[in-house]
């Protein structure tokens, strides 16, 4: 069984670029949680989708950020006008069950804003 | 912010049982303790969880104290690999997300 994939692994970008980071869940699991860890700090928690629907978004910073769960393919984190402070790694997780807290992570995203 | 009070760090011997202990003495009755390991760079694994029985799965095994406000992670035979930051959760979010606290940085040493 394939596990939670996340790409790009790596990402580089410019101050003022956009970022895209993509999650595709477990099989059979509708349920995804956004995690970001800046370096040398804690996990925290930015986001949690399902299909197609946002329903925690209490971790998300209110600007340039935004995520979407659509009907068919991965969901995806989106940071507009990255900038220095953005640099993370940024990491996914499903369930296959909402408010379940036996969740699987994927490997993340490195993103490096220069 | 976190449920939970863990010690910072702690070695085990190669081969020898690594013990993680964690306080929660404030949880409530129906909530589980989750943990998860964090290996160098990569993402977080769930590990086990439990409510107040002791649990005991192919990774490792749970041991929940009877008043519940605390509990021991026991990995029976420590490897190198072993080598990571273990949280202890308590639930977590009311949606299900996880608040990580600091965790317990476990060295396996040779």
């Known amino acids: 069984n394939a596990g939670v994939m996340q790409n790009p692994r790596h990402l580089v970008r410019r101050r003022g670029q956009e970022a895209r980071l993509r999650c595709s869940p477990m099989?059979?699991?509708?349920?995804v949680y956004w995690y970001r860890q800046l370096p040398e700090e804690g996990l925290k928690f930015m986001v949690y989708?399902?299909?197609?629907?946002?329903?925690?978004e209490s971790g998300m910073p209110k600007e340039r950020f935004s995520a979407e769960f659509p009907k068919e393919g991965p969901s995806i984190l989106r940071i507009q006008q990255v900038v220095r402070g953005d640099s993370a790694a940024y990491f996914c997780?499903?369930?296959?069950?909402?408010?379940?807290?036996?969740?699987?992570f994927g490997p993340g995203t490195r993103l490096t804003v220069t | 912010d976190a449920k939970t009070t863990q010690p910072t760090s702690m070695d085990c011997a190669e081969g020898r049982a690594a013990n993680l202990p964690c306080n929660h003495s404030?949880?409530?009755?129906?909530?589980?303790v989750y943990w998860y390991r964090q290996i160098h760079s990569q993402g977080p694994q769930y590990i086990i969880h439990?409510?107040?029985n002791n649990e005991t799965n192919e990774m490792a095994s749970l041991i929940i104290t009877e008043d519940r406000k605390s509990s021991t992670l026991i990995l029976p035979h420590a490897t190198l690999r072993d080598t990571a930051v273990y949280y202890c959760?308590?639930?977590?979010?009311?949606?299900?997300?996880?608040?990580f606290g600091k965790g317990t940085k476990l060295s396996v040493k040779p």
């Open positions: 959760i308590v639930n977590g979010g009311s949606q299900g997300n996880l608040i």
């Open positions: 989708l399902q299909k197609e629907n946002i329903i925690d």
């Open positions: 404030t949880i409530s009755g129906n909530e589980y």
């Open positions: 099989k059979g699991h509708s349920h």
């Open positions: 439990g409510l107040k």
């Open positions: 997780a499903s369930s296959e069950r909402a408010g379940f807290y036996e969740q699987y």
